[in-house]
């Protein structure tokens, strides 16, 4: 017989679904799902949507409710973004079923430019010129719903060529990378701090048939070979201190006529970070606003 479920449920701006995801992520809550729990909610405010953890019956202990709320309490100031700083949480008990993979049921391809991001079971038929994107919904892999991760998708599908070779700075579970490849990249190289990214990383190019490649590194700039410079792509989805910081770094690494996709940059903080791009003699061709998230796009002359 299928367990208890508590459901864990908030209502978050669309911008920051992901943040609030990876919030709700937390010890036995490891999948998390996006949209209305049933047909009979309500739809919530323009601009807003549901996040939804499950957590097994008995391990919905007051500790973890209290661990969870502490969690989202603290987003408003941990962002500074005044719209995460009163996010409300319900639990609820549901009937058995398995609640933390329920979603596939219903699960539509989610489009990106040309991608159709679509679970690894999923049987459904694409539309013609769809470009199959696994990506598994959850806090490990993201659901690619985020504006910066859609940002960065559509300069990827527009922008990479067959052969090229595509740096992914601070590169987190693959996806652009990954994207990359699947465009045509021959080599698409990714490193990120976090040495618990890259198994995910790696596995995500798995299930989308480009492991071979893709490359996946642990650290920062220091992990490039000296000789690993002319790349035809740059990519960053990182926030905009680090953008700042190493946007010197990305356009040496980048080659003459290369172009580059940055994205993760708050609007609060978009004139320092235009300006670090262009200090390191990078030219920004377009500049994408999504809720309160900037993504640029340009090259190197």
């Not at 036995?28 to 309500?42: D, E, I, N, Q």
């Not at 989308?208 to 002319?230: D, K, P, Y």
Request: glycine share 10%; charged share 25%.
């Amino acid at each position: 017989m299928a367990p208890a479920w508590t459901e864990i449920a908030v209502i978050a701006p669309v911008e920051w679904l992901e943040l609030v995801a990876e919030t709700l992520s937390l010890g036995p809550c490891s999948s998390v799902a996006f949209g209305r729990p049933s047909l009979a909610t309500p739809e919530p405010p323009p601009g807003l949507e549901w996040v939804r953890a499950y957590v097994i019956e008995t391990e919905d202990t007051p500790a973890l409710r209290a661990e969870i709320e502490a969690a989202l309490g603290a987003l408003g100031e941990r962002t500074g973004a005044s719209e995460l700083a009163n996010l409300s949480v319900r639990f609820r008990r549901l009937p058995p079923e398995d609640y933390a993979t329920s979603w596939r049921k219903s699960w539509k391809p989610m489009r990106v430019a040309d991608f159709a991001i679509v679970p690894r079971d999923w049987k459904g038929t694409l539309r013609a010129g769809d470009r199959r994107l696994v990506l598994e919904p959850g806090g490990a892999f993201g659901t690619g719903r985020h504006p910066t991760t859609r940002g960065c998708l559509r300069a990827i599908s527009r922008l990479v060529r067959p052969g090229e070779r595509v740096l992914d700075a601070g590169c987190g579970n693959g996806v652009l990378a990954v994207a990359a490849a699947l465009c045509g990249a021959s080599h698409a190289l990714g490193f990120d701090i976090d040495p618990s990214a890259i198994p995910y990383a790696d596995e995500l190019a798995e299930w989308n048939g480009v492991r071979a490649r893709c490359e996946f590194r642990t650290g920062t700039f220091e992990c490039l070979r000296t000789e690993e410079r002319g790349f035809d792509g740059v990519l960053a989805n990182i926030f905009a201190d680090l953008i700042q910081a190493h946007a010197e770094d990305m356009a040496s690494r980048l080659r003459p006529g290369g172009w580059f996709a940055f994205s993760g940059c708050l609007d609060k903080k978009r004139y320092p970070t235009v300006a670090a791009i262009e200090e390191a003699g990078l030219v920004i061709d377009t500049l994408h606003t999504r809720g309160q998230w900037d993504t640029f796009v340009g090259h190197r002359p």
